[in-house]
């Protein structure tokens, strides 16, 4: 039995194996042309370019030369090396100008199809080549694997550019060893084929291809951008308006990408969600609206991202932009907010772009660059890093040399890092693609691991761990309490940024199934926090649900003992490992824990603790799980869990975007809310019920209902009891911020 894989020599006999895979697409394709934004029009000013290179020849000194052995440097618009033509005076006088070589190839779609990505030449050339192949049967098409040459050596020869490396596959195959074929073209000359031949390191023969050229862009993605009532959406930037690290332009999110060499196609969308006026959004409220809203989108792995330009969301203003969607098929939109960046001055512009650019990279599956070490596999961390990815605040470039937000945007030249760039042009598909593999994870199937101790650490910060309750019974939903301890003043993110959810605090939890899991929020946010400047002996609190993982689900699904660990990034890059929490889950001791376990261990339950409720019908199960525990186990403990999730739901109105753009708003029902909410906080006044942050979460966010509601006095009586409860249990000052008024009430 013959196996089946691409780059293996196409045999013959069993049926299976592909036509010749000999390109049979006329040349005379479109060009290379700019609209992936790799290089500038090669056609739009060839007699200034020509003075800079060795492939590009002085008319007007009459030298012509086809010298071009390093003409791949001259392609680089940064590298700008001035080498001498060779005059050969004898010679017509004629400008030649090379083709760059880089781009995106295609081979014919029959048996297997290869989408070829060369990268030797152009804006930022990483001298790599990648590509994935496409199993074509009858009508259909399937992704089948993807490789990457992760360092090609080039020559010139015979008018040709030859590309070898070895490459990485998604898929066991002996023949690694690539080489590939460009013919050299002029500019005035249509773009050549490349042709890749496969062989092993032996120098066995396998498969060749021949792909047609395709695009200057290395990838394709469609963007389709919706609009909020009221806001006025980021449209560009001129990178001149305010100092910064790189030259003038005008930079659009899809242009920032183009530079990258990913072109972003405009699809259009543009319309008008018609909410109403200071109407807020909840990370649930989003998700539904993305499901119905966004025409292209599918419970499946496409280049396809949308962007919802917003005006607010729930968690205040120092939220500027998330990526939302963790849930599911993930990576496939996210949303930035305007409220307090709507006006057109060029830092509000800037941060426009920037947050785009960010929340899209997200999509893309980037990481932050402060946070490379918890993506599987980890990469070191960047916190230096001058890229779309890092936090300008975060910046810190190290040894010394100037830090934070002025430094960064001072510095910042408008583009990822080399490996960012790597990753978006290079890493394998699934790794890649929105709705491929689970935010944070690359293709590599490796162990994580729970942190260790810092060597050294003279942060003056300590970071404890424990978990609530203390007895959880199988299906009991589990809450980290996290409080950083300050023993020197120093700056650090206030509070409730250290809730997972904001990226700054990884949480490790070391299963009795015996794997370890780096724990993934089903939803990001991207906060651009205001630091807190935090006196010795201070004490931030917060605590967290993390029994919901967005790429492995349930997290306490068997009875046993845990391990959890959290990994705290301060503001100067200090990683702040904190001590061990275990925790011991026991199993059902009666046929009721055994129905509750079951109900919340549902997938969907996971997914509405985690929104603390949602009226999307995708979770409708989930939600009504929680109302079975209610009605059918009002008096199991665990119920205090349902009621909680229920009665914020019933707190907060719930916009419902319909896929035409109109909008349903189900209002605030607050009797329902107290009814669910109340007995939840009784029940939590001594040993039992919620955790202590929890508890004042819950009647911090009940009186600001009833705030919103007119209902003064009612939300006055729920923060004084509040705050009695706060100094009976002796919380830090720090968790009554919690029950802090909002500011637009
Ligand atoms: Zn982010």
Redo the contacts with the bound molecule.
């Keep these: 039995m013959t196996v089946l894989e691409p780059n293996a020599a196409p045999t013959t006999g069993d049926g299976m194996i592909p036509a010749p895979r000999e390109s049979t697409v006329p040349q005379e394709e479109p060009a290379m042309a700019a609209a992936g934004g790799i290089v500038a029009d090669p056609s739009a000013a060839p007699a200034a370019e020509a003075t800079g290179g060795s492939d590009a020849v002085d008319a007007r000194g009459g030298a012509i030369g086809t010298v071009v052995e390093d003409w791949l440097a001259d392609q680089s618009t940064e590298a700008g090396i001035p080498v001498t033509p060779i005059p050969i005076p004898q010679r017509p006088v004629l400008p030649v100008r090379i083709r760059q070589a880089s781009g995106r190839y295609r081979s014919p779609a029959a048996g297997f199809q290869l989408e070829l990505r060369i990268d030797v030449d152009g804006r930022r050339p990483l001298k790599k080549i990648s590509g994935d192949y496409f199993s074509v049967s009858g009508a259909t098409t399937s992704y089948f694997g993807s490789w990457t040459v992760d360092a090609v050596t080039t020559t010139v020869t015979n008018g040709a550019l030859v590309a070898v490396g070895t490459a990485r596959c998604t898929w066991p195959t002996t023949f690694t060893v690539a080489r590939v074929t460009i013919p050299r073209r002029t500019i005035f000359q249509s773009p050549a084929p490349a042709t890749i031949q496969w062989s092993t390191p032996s120098g066995a023969i396998g498969a060749t291809y021949t792909c047609a050229p395709e695009g200057a862009a290395l990838r394709v993605v469609e963007l389709e951008q919706d609009v909020e009532a009221g806001v006025t959406a980021f449209t560009s930037y001129d990178t001149g308006s305010l100092p910064s690290g790189g030259p003038a332009r005008t930079l659009t999110a899809a242009a920032a990408y183009g530079e990258a060499g990913i072109q972003v196609l405009d699809t259009g969308g543009g319309n008008t969600i018609a909410t109403s006026s200071n109407h807020v959004w909840n990370n649930a409220s989003l998700h539904g609206a993305m499901t119905a809203h966004f025409s292209r989108w599918q419970e499946r792995a496409q280049f396809k991202v949308w962007l919802l330009h917003a005006q607010r969301h729930e968690l205040g203003t120092g939220l500027r932009?998330i990526?939302f969607d963790q849930q599911g098929l993930q990576r496939q939109g996210c949303a930035s907010f305007y409220q307090v960046i709507q006006a057109g001055t060029p830092q509000n512009l800037r941060e426009q772009l920037y947050v785009a650019v960010?929340?899209l990279?997200?999509c893309f599956n980037l990481f932050?660059s402060f946070h490379k070490a918890f993506m599987t596999p980890p990469l070191p961390n960047r916190p230096g890093a001058l890229s779309w990815?890092n936090?300008p605040q975060n910046y810190n470039p190290g040894g010394g040399a100037p830090s934070g937000a002025a430094a960064f945007w001072g510095a910042f030249p408008f583009q990822f890092d080399d490996l960012e760039l790597a990753h978006l042009r290079h890493g394998f598909r699934d790794n890649v693609i929105m709705g491929g593999t689970p935010f944070g994870t690359g293709a590599a199937v490796e162990m994580p691991v729970q942190p260790s101790d810092p060597t050294t650490d003279t942060s003056g910060l300590r970071l404890r761990v424990r978990t609530s309750p203390e007895r959880p019974v199988l299906g009991t939903p589990i809450v980290l309490e996290l409080a950083l301890t300050v023993d020197r003043g120093q700056q650090v993110h206030p509070a409730e940024l250290l809730h997972p959810k904001y990226?700054l605090v990884q949480v490790t939890i070391s299963r009795p199934r015996g794997d370890t899991i780096v724990h993934r929020p089903p939803v990001?946010h991207?906060a651009e926090p205001e630091l807190l400047q935090a006196a010795p002996g201070q004490v931030l609190p917060v605590s967290a649900y993390i029994g919901y993982d967005a790429a492995a689900g349930q997290l306490f699904e068997d009875p046993g003992t845990y391990r959890i660990r959290a990994a705290y990034t301060a503001p100067d890059g200090s990683v702040v490992v904190s001590d061990t929490a275990t925790v011991r889950v026991w199993g059902t001791r009666s046929a009721e824990d055994d129905a509750v376990a079951g109900l919340l261990l549902g997938e969907e339950v996971g997914m509405a603790m985690t929104l603390l409720g949602s009226d999307a019908p995708a979770l409708g199960s989930g939600m009504a799980a929680l109302e079975e525990i209610t009605e059918e186990h009002a008096d199991h403990p665990n119920a205090v869990y349902a009621r909680l999730a229920l009665g914020i739901n019933a707190a907060r109105p719930y916009t419902a975007v319909e896929p035409d753009g109109s909008v349903a708003v189900r209002e605030r029902d607050l009797d329902r809310a107290d009814a669910l909410l109340t007995p939840a906080i009784d029940a939590s006044r001594g040993e039992g019920g919620l955790d202590d942050l929890t508890v004042l979460q819950v009647m911090g966010y009940l009186a600001r209902s009833h705030a919103a509601e007119g209902d003064g006095v009612g939300a006055r009586d729920l923060r004084r009891d509040a705050t009695r409860l706060a100094e009976e249990k002796e919380l830090p000052g720090a968790a009554l911020g919690l029950l802090a008024e909002d500011p637009a009430d």
Excluded: I, V
Aim: with cysteine; proline share 0%; aromatic share 8%.
């Design positions: 932009g990526m960010h929340e990279g997200h932050h990815m936090y990226g990001l991207c």
